[in-house]
């Protein structure tokens, strides 16, 4: 039987399977060397000249032909990190501090810290061909945002959304790749939406897991903004009478905003089309009212914003493709764009929970995936939990509920079992609420006869707290596609 248990280290060994070789890489590290010792005196290289420090790169590489595979992942495995460190204590020595290192190369991707999956998701978006600098600059500072966002006290409303992109997109390629009953589902799909299968696995499939999420911080910020800053205004100045104007962050409707949204709503149900419009916010927008603060003996309350309307961060998110693309014109002029439409359209509709025709693997397959795989992947997300409030700040702990996801695939049945008793407890875990929630989502998914059917088993454990002691299932479902 093939099964499978689907973490994070599951992730990044699917992810260093598909990088570039070691040799590859090592090749790289010598041209970026080679030309950074270019001008460096010869004298401060010591007894070392430029030669030998780069054949000695030479002799590693050789030396380690043999062991290609397992070190071609790039500072994921054991073994590689080993090395690496070597690699980077050695240069450090020969080189010393003739040249900076933020002038040579990243000595910590050399040995291999960086490799998180936070860290790996630029890279990834590159090696897959997203090359618009628009939306690698947002790939690059999204981990940025996503750590605002946290310290702002917004763990009421916010959770990891770069790492869950990357995981996304790694869980929907292993799919693809596979035959659930009807031929490999890329074939499938690509017969369905008439695109070339390689270009849909290689590519489309890739800007979609990745970028899916990627307007979700925007959503967040005006709420964000104002409960963070505006609590710590009124904690800081209790004895004052303050009055504020909340701030309010929408899309400019001034530009070409009218012209994309007719491109994403091409082919789309009335409602999908109607939703889309709400996501992105009204034309015209009411200005914010001043909120007025007196003060009071106990000091003054909490203010909770209340956002005039709530962006939808799939819309958001397709928007940044389509801009990314180029102008409307452009996009419309080049017949080569429909497929890319399409992935803006999968991405736009997968937030929305109703009942809708485009939810069908029949009418928008990379969109049913994109939905099925979202909701599955629920491992590793940490639970921002207040766990202390000082005068100024909030202490946050973070605890999975979930470390990951069993998968049978010859039955193509999921298992999400609930473990974690500390983070249950931290959260206010209720397991029944989470079920129906899960089972609302995944139930609007129309599968039809080319999508095999494929169960989800929810279970809540208690862990033996005891040596001796069995674990204990307290509650358990089933959702059925």
Known sequence: ?????????????????????????????????????????????????????????????????????????LGLGGMFSKFGALMGNYIKKQIGDTIKEDDLFDLDFITGKKKSLSGALYDVSKEKGIEETGLLYLIKALPDLEAFLYSTSVQKYYRDHTEHALRVAVLGDFLLSQDLGQGKLSKVIADKIELDETFIREKLWWLIGLLHDIGYPLGKMTTAVNYSLLNQVLKCYPTLDLEIQPLQ???????????????LEQGMSDKARDLFRTGVGPKTRQVSQYQTFLQQQAGHPEYRYSEQFEFDHGVLSALCLLNGLGTPEVIKKNDENRAYVLVAQAIALHSFKDHLSDHSFEKRPLGFLLILVDELQEWGRPIPIKVQDSYFTTDVKKENLLDGVLLYLDEFKWNMEFRNDTAKKLSNFDFNRFSLSKKESFERLERGNEFKSTTIHLKDIKIADKEGKQEKILSENKIII
């Open 249 to 263: 962050i929408g899309l400019s409707w001034k530009g070409n905003l009218e012209d994309y949204m007719q491109i």
């Open 1 to 73: 039987m093939s099964n499978y248990n689907i973490n994070d280290e599951w992730i990044l060994n699917r992810i260093s399977k598909q990088s570039t070789s070691f040799s590859s890489w090592i090749s790289s590290l010598k041209n970026v060397l080679s030309k950074s010792l270019e001008n460096v005196d010869p004298k401060q290289l010591g007894r070392h000249g430029k030669n030998e420090i780069v054949t000695s790169l030479d002799e590693v590489e050789n030396n380690l032909l043999e062991a290609k595979e397992e070190l071609s992942k």
